[in-house]
């Protein structure tokens, strides 16, 4: 008897578990939509700002193409869909933070709450610094190169593609910090190993940052260089939330015996 009122209650805990998902899924799609259905009707506006890095840069006269029959619709249409995904952002997280917080300890959620926080805050930092900095930078270098007799004219949905892939991997790079807290977390690493693999960690950077952006050397010192200071940064947090045995172990090594 014990053991079928176990199992009840586990079947019953899990039904529970699976009625909140699904709430909290529908929460963020309901939202999502909003923000969408909100954006669409300035999808074409919110389109020529997008485009505006690479359209001070070109040529008097130039502008982008379209060279496929449905761009004009589908381009605008997918910038929307990302700009509401970014502009909902906090409130798809928040969902997913409601649906895990309760079977968190009270230190685990005191650790999650601002590392959230900071994730969102940095990704939208690493867009930011993605749009107004480094494509200006790129579009001047790319058109300053363009050969004579070669007009540069882009089809708007390449042009789409090309920016959104360099905003993820802006955002994703400029969540370093984030990432190397939670591993000391976890334990699967120390500060002082951090600091020990600074220089392996430096050349892997700049490896990755010349396979994740465009072929020129503008963008790949654009994004190294602000992820080794954010390896840097991310050093410092690590330090500050280390747990108090690996804080002592580094605080006697660095005095020594």
């Excluded at 963008?219 to 390896?231: D, H, T, V």
Aim: aromatic share 12%.
């Amino acid at each position: 008897m014990a053991v079928d009122a176990d199992t009840d209650d586990g079947a019953s805990s899990l039904i529970e578990h699976l009625v909140e998902l699904r709430s909290r899924l529908l929460r963020a799609i309901v939202g999502l939509a909003i923000a969408l259905f909100a954006l669409l009707p300035f999808a074409n506006r919110l389109y020529g700002w997008f485009a505006q890095p690479l359209l001070d840069k070109l040529p008097e006269g130039a502008q982008l193409i379209a060279v496929e029959v449905a761009s004009p619709f589908f381009a605008p249409l997918k910038l929307a869909l990302f700009a509401a995904v970014l502009v909902t952002m906090p409130w798809l997280l928040y969902q997913a933070w409601a649906f895990v917080a309760p079977g968190l300890y009270k230190r685990e959620k005191r650790l999650a709450l601002p590392l959230l926080v900071s994730a969102v805050g940095l990704f939208y930092a690493g867009c930011a610094f993605a749009f107004f900095l480094v494509l200006p930078a790129v579009f001047g270098f790319l058109t300053a190169i363009t050969p004579d007799g070669v007009a540069m004219m882009t089809d708007i949905n390449a042009y789409l593609n090309f920016v959104l892939v360099i905003f993820l991997a802006f955002g994703i790079s400029f969540e370093l910090p984030v990432a190397l807290v939670i591993l000391v977390l976890m334990g699967w690493v120390t500060p002082s190993q951090l600091r020990e693999w600074r220089g392996y960690a430096v050349v892997g950077m700049f490896v990755l940052s010349a396979v994740i952006t465009p072929p020129d050397v503008v963008s790949q010192l654009m994004l190294a260089i602000p992820m080794c200071l954010l390896y840097e940064a991310g050093i410092l947090a690590a330090r500050m939330v280390a747990p108090k045995a690996d804080a002592d172990a580094e605080a006697e090594a660095r005095d020594g015996p």
